[in-house]
């Protein structure tokens, strides 16, 4: 599957993304720490059940939650999969002999299927959403032991969803749609293997147990696993990312073993 160029990247927003995280871990680290140990505690858990030779990572972006030294261990190979690689990272794993960066669309074509379909100009048009509907479910490399998604689900399809409202006349409906099958072909590709699925599911305002205040941050529903753990992941607290509140995600670690 051929990945979307730096053009169709950078246009989309991609690159301006990947700096936006970098930017609010900066200004956030006291809040993320939890967040970020608890997720490399469970790639920990999953690694120690599994003993896999070879990991791939979905989403690796800049390392923030993965316990790399850890997980190099034992001379395993690691795949680092993402749809960009920061360059500082990429000067980071050279010291590690084993750990690649493989640039992937883990989305499965969504990203060219909503770019190669809208059309550029002053007016926005209906998008054949046909066609971009028509992307299959993301593979992993071969020889793949043990997959870990890692903070991906919920924004498989932000970007291109993003772009799609902002340059076409898209319904809501249609772009649910999208998220859903972009979201469960994902999590079928993981219930079939050996996998670690790391994930928010809902927004909440801080301090509340009212279900009723909850936002969905995904469309599908979370299985159980062979095991499953949740916490809070306190994302924002300026109030940048919503001006009302500061914004609390549910985040849910599920292991699978294919």
């Not at 390392?63 to 990429?90: A, F, G, H, Y």
């Amino acid at each position: 599957m051929s990945v979307p160029g730096k053009i169709v990247l950078h246009r989309m927003g991609y690159y301006d993304d990947q700096d936006g995280i970098m930017r609010r871990y900066r200004a956030e680290e006291p809040s993320w720490d939890s967040h970020l140990q608890k997720s490399r505690e469970l790639i920990t858990k999953a690694i120690d059940i599994f003993n896999p030779s070879t990991i791939t990572v979905l989403g690796s972006g800049w390392l923030l939650d993965l316990p790399v030294e850890k997980m190099t261990m034992n001379k395993r190979s690691i795949n680092l999969v993402d749809i960009l690689l920061p360059e500082q990272i990429e000067t980071r794993i050279q010291i590690f002999r084993h750990v690649r960066f493989m640039q992937e669309d883990v989305t499965g074509g969504l990203i060219s299927g909503v770019y190669n379909n809208v059309l550029r100009g002053i007016f926005r048009r209906r998008a054949d959403i046909e066609k971009i509907l028509s992307f299959k479910p993301y593979e992993p490399p071969g020889g793949t032991d043990l997959v870990i998604s890692l903070n991906l689900l919920s924004q498989l399809d932000s970007i291109p969803t993003d772009y799609l409202k902002k340059r076409t006349t898209v319904s809501d409906q249609e772009i649910r749609v999208i998220k859903q099958r972009v979201q469960q072909q994902h999590l079928d590709m993981l219930q079939k293997r050996n996998s670690l699925l790391i994930t928010d599911f809902y927004e909440h305002p801080v301090n509340t147990i009212d279900e009723s205040e909850r936002k969905p941050t995904i469309v599908i529903d979370l299985p159980e696993g062979m095991s499953r753990e949740e916490w809070d992941w306190t994302f924002d607290t300026r109030k940048d990312y919503n001006p009302d509140a500061v914004t609390v995600f549910r985040v849910a670690g599920i292991i699978f073993r294919g």
